[in-house]
């Protein structure tokens, strides 16, 4: 499959800053993109999507951003919490049967 | 809603032993998916299923690989004989045609092949 691959491994941040978090995506008929949260010892869980004919969605405290011309994704976490601190990835859909390709991941870790 | 279930949640085993995970899918979905997540690749996609039926089982590994779903409530994945490259975390996830191609994730299934 295509790979997606995140710029930074690892981020750390103080409680009540803002997170931003990136992602490059290499397939430009890639379609829909989600953002997934994991917790320690838990599967991925759906944070917030958007699909390829915007550039901007928001959601409590995130943001999506998506930038076609570069093939770049990002989330922004408002007001970041201890509760934020997981791994966090981007996966795209190449709307063909469902199919999703996930990056390596980003740990982000919430400083109290 | 009872979510993706897995099981075992966690397995250790002895190199050369036959593996078997199992997954419940959320009820209603048509799609189902393994993955296979590790420090070193990330979160690889081993097969898909649509209505009970293999898509795509490219990212399996080997024959020693192998994953069936009988019926929609249900699949395994088995591996056998089982290697020490095979230690990772499985997860089984979900989805709905109507609903979108957002995955829903089980717990996963950590297994360790001494």
């Known amino acids: 499959g295509e790979s997606v691959g995140l710029h930074l491994p690892t981020l750390s941040v103080q409680e009540g800053d803002n997170s931003i978090i990136n992602c490059a995506y290499s397939?430009?008929?890639?379609?829909?993109f989600i953002w997934y949260k994991q917790e320690s010892g838990k599967g991925p869980q759906f944070i917030i999507d958007?699909?390829?004919?915007?550039d901007k969605r928001q959601g409590q405290r995130v943001t999506v951003l998506l930038n076609k011309t570069v093939k770049h994704l990002s989330l922004q976490i408002a007001a970041t919490q201890p509760g934020d601190s997981a791994v966090y990835f981007c996966?795209?859909?190449?709307?063909?049967?469902?199919?999703?390709?996930f990056g390596t991941g980003t740990s982000l870790t919430v400083i109290p | 809603d009872a979510g993706v279930i897995q099981s075992p949640r966690h397995e250790v085993t002895e190199m050369g032993q036959e593996v078997t995970l199992r997954c419940k899918p959320i009820?209603?979905?048509?799609?189902l998916f393994w993955y296979r997540q590790t420090m070193m690749r990330g979160l690889e996609l081993l097969i898909y299923?649509?209505?009970?039926?293999?898509?795509?089982d490219s990212g399996m590994p080997e024959d020693r690989f192998s994953a069936k779903m009988p019926n929609a409530s249900f699949s395994t994945l088995k591996i056998q004989p089982s290697e020490p490259r095979d230690s990772a975390v499985y997860f089984c996830?979900?989805?709905?045609?109507?609903?979108?191609?957002?995955?829903?994730f089980g717990e996963g299934s950590r297994l360790t092949v001494l």
């Open positions: 996830a979900s989805s709905a045609t109507w609903g979108g191609p957002q995955l829903f």
């Open positions: 397939n430009s008929a890639s379609d829909y």
């Open positions: 958007i699909r390829s004919n915007m």
């Open positions: 996966a795209e859909n190449l709307n063909t049967g469902n199919q999703f390709y």
């Open positions: 009820s209603g979905h048509d799609y």
């Open positions: 299923f649509n209505n009970n039926v293999p898509i795509d």
